[in-house]
């Protein structure tokens, strides 16, 4: 029945609405009557029109004051100003109109209860359908919110008037707050949540808790984790400031309050260093790291932002994104499609631009795919950043970021292996001279990147599972991808020639936890051995290919502090650069004729700490191997050097 209410068209909610205050309204003045009179029959037989009267002035001025125009079930005070005023209304002129013609007067006090029985009966059965018609005959979902300040009753107001969600407790740590009630909820402790779940059947706890900080969110989130409640959170204060996100938004928990870890603030001088009234590139603008390098350069005001990228889809997102959140910005972007690979349209691009800082972000990062494609991944992560620093000298640049990774440190896979050589090619050309500052700042992997865990576990949990995890074992550095940003923004301005930065990481995290606490936060339960009618499995794949148990981010202990407390100068060895340039040109042969065998001989002799754990899997060479049995890898002596290389080709110096 009720949902043939909610689905009646307004004219006929109105005219209900109005048929039923026009029984309410002289029932209300009848049982005045009788409460004063002692007699059903007084009021009737004495003023009979007065019931007309009241009837007719009380149903105008609701009119008038807008109550038919309410909506039921979003109705707030305003109604009640109009439930008010038709009541005092018709209560003076039955006032007025006992005193001076009725048969009988009418006093003061039989109006005082006319008025107390009207408000009451109109303004209650509004309420009353308003409750009727969010919670009467729908299956909503019981949640409690932790935090009962403005942000928790925003919350909870916003989420009783209809989102298929009813709040039936606020939790709060505050002391003084225990036992009060918001809006008719009660507010608990914390401790009190495992019973409160059970009694009131809550399947989810809102965080509501905008302006804590993110260790803060991490001690709450590990008293509420293992309830069997889906944990949900509002955006952060300053997008609700900023208007970009609603109080009522539920999002999931973001995997950075995990981490426990409070960012560091700033250092606002080395922010602006390379950055203030300068003209910067971002290569790779459009990837995870680069399109938030330029979200926060854009907040540093430089003259001109050059996006440079290789992927026509991300270069147009990431301009469309950085031009409507900045419609007023003074500063210049260009957005320009290229790749390293092309040394002298990157050297024109720096020098038509005036450029003077360059991020370079753009690399194959994801380990299994570059193990697959060693050509390409030698390609791209090392002779196009040999290209485009090149291109920078060329172009007098005066500072060039390479963003590296922890898989450069004693790498296993190709991966690390391009990322190392790509170091030693920038270390290489610090020594070789110039008015280009190069430098690299390594870290490890950043949360919600692509290819980041995170949001393949999401993906795999809404699908039902099973959660795949390589080891039970493998640990790995997080950090959020703005503050992995933003500690490189000041890496570089710290950048004397040559330095190899290092992020200061924090703990790292196994990820076999990481999956089971992501089951445990979205209210499921870990399907195994010990609980077979859990909720979600996770199956162990073993490790991929070229893939460790855990990352290192230095090589060797020779390391230093900065200026800023979470970044670290490291001192590693590296080539003299005529040696290094006489394996890029050997690099080069190699990748000419497609040798992956030959081009992987060379990384071995270059990058010493290269261990790889299998033979080439590369696809291409696989199947050529198909048709030539003649087989090999390189291998390692007992002093550690390479044996088994091949005779290399002669190569032209252009690069």
Not at 57 to 81: D, H, N, T
Request: positive net charge.
């Amino acid at each position: 029945m009720l949902s043939r209410i909610r689905a009646l068209p307004r004219p006929i909610k109105r005219a209900v609405m109005l048929g039923a205050d026009a029984i309410s309204i002289p029932a209300a003045l009848w049982l005045a009557f009788i409460l004063k009179f002692d007699s059903y029959a007084y009021g009737l037989v004495s003023s009979p029109w007065l019931y007309v009267a009241a009837t007719v002035v009380s149903l105008v001025l609701f009119w008038v004051f807008g109550l038919y125009r309410s909506v039921v079930r979003y109705i707030g005070p305003q109604a009640m100003v109009a439930v008010v005023a038709g009541v005092v209304g018709s209560s003076v002129a039955i006032y007025l109109i006992g005193q001076t013609v009725a048969q009988a007067p009418i006093g003061f006090s039989t109006t005082a209860i006319y008025a107390l029985i009207a408000l009451v009966w109109v303004g209650s059965s509004r309420y009353l359908a308003r409750w009727a018609l969010l919670h009467g005959g729908a299956d909503h979902e019981c949640v409690a919110v932790y935090g009962a300040g403005e942000a928790g009753v925003r919350l909870a107001r916003a989420l009783n008037v209809g989102k298929g969600l009813r709040v039936v407790a606020f939790v709060d740590d505050k002391t003084v707050l225990r036992g009060s009630m918001i809006d008719g909820i009660s507010i608990y402790a914390p401790s009190q949540l495992p019973r409160l779940v059970q009694s009131h059947g809550i399947s989810r706890v809102l965080l509501a808790v905008p302006t804590a900080s993110r260790r803060r969110r991490a001690e709450i989130i590990r008293q509420i984790e293992g309830q069997g409640v889906m944990v949900q959170t509002i955006p952060n204060l300053a997008e609700i400031a900023s208007g970009d996100a609603r109080v009522d938004e539920l999002r999931e928990i973001d995997v950075s309050d995990l981490l426990g870890r409070d960012p560091v603030p700033p250092n606002l001088s080395l922010l602006e260093a390379c950055m203030r009234g300068k003209n910067v590139m971002v290569t790779g603008a459009g990837g995870s790291i680069g399109s938030e390098l330029c979200r926060q350069i854009l907040r540093l005001g430089p003259k001109r932002l050059v996006l440079f990228e290789n992927s026509e889809l991300a270069l147009y997102s990431i301009e469309r994104e950085l031009r409507l959140s900045h419609p007023q910005a003074s500063v210049e972007i260009v957005a320009l499609l290229g790749s390293a690979q092309h040394k002298d349209r990157a050297a024109e691009i720096m020098r038509s631009f005036g450029v003077q800082t360059v991020y370079h972000a753009a690399a194959y990062k994801h380990v299994p795919i570059v193990e697959n494609n060693v050509i390409e991944g030698l390609r791209n992560n090392v002779v196009r950043t040999w290209n485009l620093a090149e291109a920078a000298l060329e172009a007098d640049v005066e500072t060039f970021v390479l963003i590296s990774t922890d898989k450069a440190v004693n790498p296993t896979n190709v991966m690390g292996a391009t990322k190392r050589f790509a170091e030693m090619v920038l270390q290489g050309m610090s020594e070789r001279g110039g008015k280009t500052r190069f430098c690299m700042v390594r870290f490890g992997n950043v949360l919600e990147s692509s290819g980041s865990v995170v949001p393949l576990f999401r993906e795999q949990i809404r699908r039902g599972g099973p959660i795949t995890v390589t080891h039970r074992d493998v640990i790995r550095y997080f950090m959020t991808i703005p503050e992995a940003s933003q500690l490189v923004l000041q890496a570089g301005a710290m950048a004397r020639g040559g330095d190899v930065f290092v992020l200061d990481m924090g703990k790292p995290m196994r990820i076999d936890d990481l999956a089971r606490r992501m089951v445990r936060l979205s209210g499921l339960t870990i399907r195994d051995d010990e609980n077979p009618d859990g909720d979600i499995e996770i199956s162990y794949t073993g490790l991929r290919p070229a893939e460790k148990l855990y990352e290192e981010l230095l090589i060797g202990n020779n390391v230093s502090g900065t200026d800023h407390p979470m970044i670290m100068r490291a001192m590693e060895h590296s080539l003299p650069w005529q040696a290094t340039q006489r394996q890029l040109q050997q690099m080069l042969a190699a990748l000419g004729s497609f040798d992956v065998r030959a081009a992987r001989e060379i990384l071995l002799e270059t990058v010493v700490e290269y261990r790889p754990h299998a033979d080439i899997v590369d696809l291409v060479w696989q199947s050529k191997l198909k048709g030539d049995p003649t087989t090999g890898s390189p291998t390692r002596d007992s002093d550690g050097k390479v044996t088994d290389l091949r005779t290399r080709r002669g190569v032209s110096s252009t690069n």
